[in-house]
């Protein structure tokens, strides 16, 4: 049985693929997989592309095809400004919850400028080397906040510590699959009033931290 990392991006994983050994690169429908052992455990990585459909597709495609026993749903994420996390800190999933589907009624933090259609709640594995990291709630968005109203919106009414893209997708499939999902995201940049997109470099710096905990701890992963 087989362990299956999920990044959505290269960017993200590019210092496991160079301690990958081993190494196969194929293609799943187009999407890139590698397979190969990462401190004598075999693994598959899987770069499903930026968002919730791309990590749908690409988890039942996996799901179905190989024997895999658990995922591990890694990248950055988003800090909520009541949170106290700090960038390059280390968050793993307790839940995840798919938060933006519903009616948007107005760009505000009232309670009443979003109705949701999905309050679902997805629980996630948390392996015991990890236990000790800081964890919470996830929610994974379609377009990510980029305005400290909505920010604060989103944690209260969630109770939520950061969001991303994929991870609700991904631990979706995998409840339908019975295939364990854990979550685990560096800090990238703090959920607030911005205009821009984070840089390469912000991004490859915080990824570069989670990594190394993932390099450090994969034969620990119960």
Partial sequence: MEIIFFFATKLECEELLREISNKQEFSLKGIPLIKGKLKNKDILLCISGIGKINASIA???IFEKFPISKAIVGGVGGAYPSSGLKIGEIVV????????????????????????????????????CWKNQKKGTFLTVSACTGNTKRAKFLEKKFNAICENMEGAAIAKAGQFYNIAVTEIRSISNEVKDRTQLLTNEEVKSTASILQQIIIDSINSLD
Avoid at 99 to 128: M, Q, R, T, V, Y
Wanted: with cysteine; net charge negative; proline share 3%.
């Fill in 93 to 128: 999933a307790e839940r995840e919850i798919d938060a933006d589907e519903g009616l948007l009624i107005e760009c505000s933090d009232h309670e009443s400028s979003f109705l949701f259609f999905n309050k679902e709640e997805i629980n996630l594995h948390i392996p015991s």
């Fill in 59 to 61: 988890s039942v495609l």
